[in-house]
């Protein structure tokens, strides 16, 4: 056996591997603490992540202390709710169902970290007969515009600040090493490009980092000192989803980063390119999806939809079917008269009309979810194109703050108020009037109302991965794409 078939024999071949992706490790692990090293010694960077953590902190602190008030708070009023509705003494079970009982919107904790839509949509919605009412107190409402637009919350550090600083921590990873006239001894070194980008690049997402750490101890304190229920049956899934979405958003853009510092001749075009690539995929085209998405599928207004409803309502139901269902129900019985009947026709009729009522509500707010759904899915392909409205979508469902999930909610309190109607119609139709004495409920009857604990569906991961996960994933994979070819020219290209 000669020297030639000793060197390129498998066992060869296998050590000659394990000693490069040793010398690889080796080489990243260098890089790492060097790069680490000139960090610290930087005064700038202390800056930026200084500015960038007194954000966090406060966005965080905010975030929480408001959410806990809020759970508090519903949690108060659903219960006296619940106490007004039971002792509200003896009357008539319809005019019970006028008198109604507010129900109030369940938040997770993860809502904290990204509120979504639930400043803008209302948290409390009356439930009352012959009528499906909109949720009502929505705290923009209260707020400037300004205020509105740029809201300084957790999901608003990491998706638009984070990266930013991740920026300018990271516009000079290889650009400056052009810069200074330094890149041909970065070329002819042994250590491998890819494994100097991958030792700069995790330092930038260790920096990043530090706007997290905020918000997972607020999510962690609120986790432990609220008592509220949890409105999830899968909020483990929730929260991997949560945090890997961010970790994957993160990471795209330290490759992201490096692979534009690779390929930019300096330092101030390496800038300038990760800002315009910034401020278009985190401020600009977010805020397009949204005005296009509208114009793709517009509302409409609230006083046209209502216009619309109460015209339809008023539309009575068909008298002759009426008519026909009585005399069906008066041969039933034997009998010739309603009055004789042993049950109350007044409950069927009641019931006959919340029936009806219930056929226009969901013609009606079906077509207009429809067009919320239409909106979403319009504004979610934004996603290929900015990792940022990908995020968004993705943290919006994990939270349960999105507008899906608000659909969930306005459905779940509809089905509230038939279920309340059914049990106080039914109450009247077991009791007809006798001798012109009608009948009347009590706190038995009002506690055969189901209590309202309202609980949110599993995420359909198979849509969520669709809408967002697949554009998140493809983005992360076109920012290592550019990394990757950025580094060849680095190895390949003229040194100047």
């Known amino acids: 056996m000669n020297v030639t078939t000793l060197t390129s024999s498998p066992a060869a071949t296998e050590r000659d591997n394990r000693a490069g992706w040793r010398a690889w490790a080796t080489a990243c692990h260098g890089a790492w ?62 005019a019970a169902a006028h008198y109604g009982v507010y129900v109030f919107k369940p938040l997770s904790v993860l809502a904290a970290l990204d509120p979504g839509v639930e400043r803008y949509v209302g948290s409390s919605v009356w439930l009352e007969a012959h009528k499906q009412n909109e949720l009502i107190y929505r705290p923009a409402d209260d707020e400037p515009g300004a205020t509105r637009q740029f809201r300084l919350t957790p999901s608003f550090v990491l998706l638009v600040i984070a990266p930013m600083a991740m920026v300018f921590l990271g516009f000079g990873m290889f650009a400056g090493e052009r810069e200074r006239g330094t890149l041909a001894s970065l070329r002819i070194n042994a250590a491998p490009l890819s494994a100097i980008a991958l030792a700069r690049a995790a330092v930038l997402l260790c920096l990043a980092a530090t706007l997290v750490l905020p918000a997972c101890l607020a999510v962690g304190a609120l986790e432990w000192s609220t008592a509220a229920r949890s409105p999830f049956n899968d909020g483990a899934t929730r929260a991997v989803l949560f945090a890997g979405g961010y970790v994957l958003y993160l990471c795209t853009w330290a490759a992201l980063i490096a692979g534009v510092s690779a390929w930019a001749p300096s330092l101030r075009a390496s800038l300038a390119v990760l800002i315009g690539l910034w401020a278009a995929t985190t401020l600009v085209l977010p805020r397009a999806a949204i005005e296009l998405a509208q114009l793709a599928a517009p509302l409409p207004t609230m006083q046209q939809f209502r216009a619309d409803l109460d015209a339809a309502l008023g539309t009575p139901d068909d008298p002759e079917q009426a008519k026909h269902d009585q005399q069906q129900l008066l041969q039933q019985y034997g009998v010739s008269d309603v009055k004789d009947l042993p049950v109350n026709w007044a409950g069927i009729s009641l019931r006959r009309g919340e029936e009806h009522g219930n056929r226009l509500f969901d013609a009606h707010y079906g077509r207009l979810f429809a067009a919320m759904r239409s909106q979403d899915n319009a504004a979610a392909l934004a996603g290929w194109l900015s990792p940022a409205v990908a995020l968004a979508g993705l943290s919006g469902a994990a939270a349960g703050s999105d507008t899906a999930h608000h659909i969930q909610f306005v459905n779940g309190a509809e089905q509230q108020r038939r279920a309340i109607q059914e049990v106080l119609n039914i109450a009247i139709t077991a009791n007809p009037e006798r001798n012109g004495a009608r009948y009347d409920g009590d706190q038995a009857l009002w506690d055969r109302v189901p209590p309202f604990r309202f609980t949110y569906a599993p995420l359909d991961l198979d849509s969520l991965a669709l809408r967002q996960v697949l554009p998140l994933a493809f983005l992360f994979l076109a920012s290592l794409l550019l990394c990757g070819t950025g580094l060849h020219h680095l190895r390949r290209g003229s040194l100047r």
């Open 33 to 94: 603490q060097a790069d680490w090293r000139e960090r610290r010694r930087d005064w700038r960077v202390w800056l930026v992540i200084g500015v960038g953590l007194a954000l966090a902190v406060c966005a965080a602190l905010l975030s929480s202390l408001e959410l806990n008030a809020t759970l508090a708070a519903r949690a108060d009023a659903q219960h006296a709710e619940q106490e007004r509705w039971s002792h509200q003494g003896k009357k008539y079970p319809h």
